[in-house]
């Protein structure tokens, strides 16, 4: 007779160890509403055995989600203020007879609530086979309602990520299309300019090309003597032309490299000619600005495969550049050397320099640093830029080294072995 007494109470005191796991299990598959409650169901009908149950979950911002009989459902409003008030001091509230939630057939109320937050509630009919629930039924039922607070925590923090990755989805897709739409138009309107400066540079090319070589006739006496002023005059018209007509070479370079026609056209040529020409191309400007020109030429400078023409531009813009960038400035410095296979050629002033924050982005495409654009205002941003295509297109590297109101370094080292006349580029 005692060891059935054990087995009975053996097998009472597993039951409740059983349904738990059970229920963990059946949480843990749960992914919505209707499953947790279906399970939390089952675990009170073999836990407790009541009349019948119900559940009551509150979401933020939406209306509550719902699991009661009929006679329940439409009184949630009453409901759920009588809960909170029956639960205020306790997890598990076994009603007296005399409490309001008792007219609606409920004995216990279960708070759910996981680390300080609240959910909602189970509510519980009086127990089928007695009169009141035991000690042990209320405790697994507090872990029911732990387990199911949990559950329903859990979900909607996923439902609430997943909203959230929805709309976080939905605005990067706008914001996407927004952008492409926007890079679309700048590419279109980057199209129309390059054209616009394509076409205007062709057009203008060719009269001014005439008015600079007449203005030079007269200059040479073509024309019949002229005076010492009309002769100052010509040649201030002469310079501003020659300076014209490489601006529009400058944005009829640019369009070729944008369509990929820009090319090097290499023959042997020498570098050291070169330099000393494109000097003396811009003496008088440097005059103008009370500037001298100081070459200094040193070592054996060998014969190389250039392109003379562009490479003239280089050592122009960087000499155009140290003149109108050096406001009380006294001289420049032009070197030309050979050093360790490469032909070296630095163009230094004593000017504006340029600031530390902007000097990554000196030779883009249409940049200007904003110190330069208050000394220059009619600067384009395309001379440092045309430096660069031109000397990497000579297999060669770049030099700039810069400090902001002491000045800068501009200039270009090329390979002597790759550059040499034997060898094809």
């Known amino acids: ?236 018209a002469f310079t501003s032309s020659e300076r014209m007509v490489q601006l529009i070479g400058n944005f009829l370079n640019v369009s070729r490299i944008r369509t990929g026609n820009f090319t090097i056209d290499f023959h042997p040529g020498d570098v050291a000619a070169l330099v000393a020409e494109s000097i003396e191309s811009i003496q008088l400007i440097a005059e103008r600005h009370h500037l001298r020109v100081d070459y200094r030429s040193r070592g054996v400078i060998p014969p190389l495969l250039i392109d003379e023409n562009k490479l003239r531009q280089v050592i122009v813009n960087y000499i155009d550049n140290a003149i109108y960038y050096s406001p009380g400035a006294d001289v420049i410095t032009v070197q030309l050397y050979p050093k360790d296979g490469w032909v070296v050629c630095t163009v230094q002033d004593h000017g504006i320099g340029v600031p530390q924050s902007e000097q990554r982005k000196i030779f883009t495409k249409f940049f200007r640093a904003h110190n330069a654009q208050l000394q220059r205002p009619d600067g384009t941003g395309i001379g440092l830029f045309l430096a660069k295509k031109i000397v990497l297109g000579h297999h060669g590297e770049l030099i700039f080294h810069s400090r902001e109101g002491q000045g800068s370094t501009f200039g270009f080292r090329l390979p002597i072995d790759r550059l040499a006349p034997h060898r094809s580029t």
């Open 1 to 236: 007779m005692k060891m059935e007494q054990n087995h009975s109470k053996s097998s009472t005191t597993s039951i409740p160890a059983e349904s738990l796991v059970a229920l963990g299990s059946a949480l843990a598959r749960a992914t919505d509403f209707a499953e947790v409650v279906a399970a939390v169901r089952t675990a009170l009908k073999a836990v407790a055995q009541p009349t019948w149950c119900g559940v009551m979950v509150m979401v933020d911002g939406t209306p509550p989600l719902i699991d009661l009989p009929d006679e329940c459902a439409t009184s949630v409003d009453t409901l759920l203020p009588l809960c909170e008030e029956a639960t205020v001091r306790t997890m598990t509230a076994m009603l007296p007879k005399r409490h309001a939630l008792r007219s609606y057939d409920i004995t216990v109320v279960l708070r759910l609530v996981w680390q300080g937050n609240h959910c909602g509630y189970i509510v519980l009919g009086p127990p089928a086979e007695r009169a009141t629930y035991t000690t042990a039924q209320r405790a697994t039922l507090a872990m029911i309602a732990q387990q199911c607070a949990v559950t329903l925590m859990a979900q909607q923090c996923h439902n609430t990520t997943q909203q959230f990755q929805q709309q976080l989805t939905q605005a990067v897709d706008h914001a996407t299309r927004q952008l492409r739409a926007s890079n679309r138009r700048l590419r279109e309107l980057d199209a129309a300019k390059d054209e616009f400066v394509s076409m205007a540079s062709h057009q203008l090319r060719t009269p001014l090309t005439s008015v600079k070589g007449y203005i030079s006739m007269v200059l040479e006496g073509d024309a019949g003597e002229i005076n010492a002023t009309q002769r100052t005059f010509l040649t201030e």
